[in-house]
């Protein structure tokens, strides 16, 4: 976006806003956003304009074990800089959990050089509540599973005894 027009820009964050449940970021210089989309105030409970100029607020949102990874991603340098993903989770202002994917894209400028980083972020906290409910699910199927084996293992081992003690008297 750095070699965009304005009315490119513009027309690109007219359509990031009408987005729902993304917030993307551009910061030309680590910790410093040049835009914050109008999602971002659906996944951090926050209007942007709370973080755009102070990055340790945007950090305090960051569910503390998550927050080092994130200084890290913020404070890095170009050549620490490097297109990823990752899941994280943000606290909201009334202490409920969001989790969100984090794509972190460099755009380079002419010469090869980090110019601006884009962070798309996407909320899959339904993703994350869907997945645990199958992962207690599975551990209770494997927990009847284990009680079903048992409880039929006592009986066939007397079956198979007494089938082996028909075979010898037979």
Same mark, same amino acid.
């Given at each position: 976006m750095?070699?965009?027009?304005l009315g490119e820009?513009?027309?690109f964050?007219?359509? #990031?806003? &009408?987005? /729902? %449940?993304v917030?993307l +970021?551009?910061? *030309? $210089?680590p910790?410093?956003?040049d ?13 942007p ?7 340790t607020?945007?950090l ?11 200084r890290k ?6 050549q ?8 994280g989770? #943000?606290v &909201?202002? /009334? %202490?409920?959990?969001? +989790?969100v994917? *984090? $794509?972190q ?5 002419d010469d090869?050089?980090v110019?601006e ?9 339904e993703?994350k509540?869907?997945?645990r409910?199958?992962?207690?699910q599975t551990?209770?199927l494997?927990?009847?599973?284990s009680?079903?084996s ?9 079956v198979e ?7 010898q008297d037979?």
């Amino acid at each position: 976006m750095s070699n965009a027009s304005l009315g490119e820009r513009r027309n690109f964050r007219a359509l #990031v806003d &009408q987005l /729902d %449940g993304v917030a993307l +970021w551009t910061a *030309t $210089r680590p910790g410093e956003f040049d835009y914050i989309s109008a999602g971002f105030e659906g996944i951090w409970g926050i209007p942007p304009e709370d973080v755009k100029d102070d990055v340790t607020r945007l950090l305090d949102t960051i569910h503390p074990e998550d927050r080092d990874r994130v200084r890290k991603n913020i404070s890095a340098s170009d050549q620490g800089l490097r297109d990823e993903a990752y899941e994280g989770r #943000v606290v &909201q202002p /009334d %202490g409920s959990v969001r +989790w969100v994917l *984090t $794509r972190q894209i460099l755009l380079r400028d002419d010469d090869g050089e980090v110019s601006e980083v884009v962070g798309i972020c996407t909320d899959i906290t339904e993703q994350k509540q869907r997945e645990r409910t199958l992962e207690i699910q599975t551990e209770r199927l494997e927990e009847f599973a284990s009680v079903v084996s048992h409880d039929l293992r006592n009986p066939l081992n007397v079956v198979e005894g007494r089938i082996e003690l028909a075979r010898q008297d037979c």
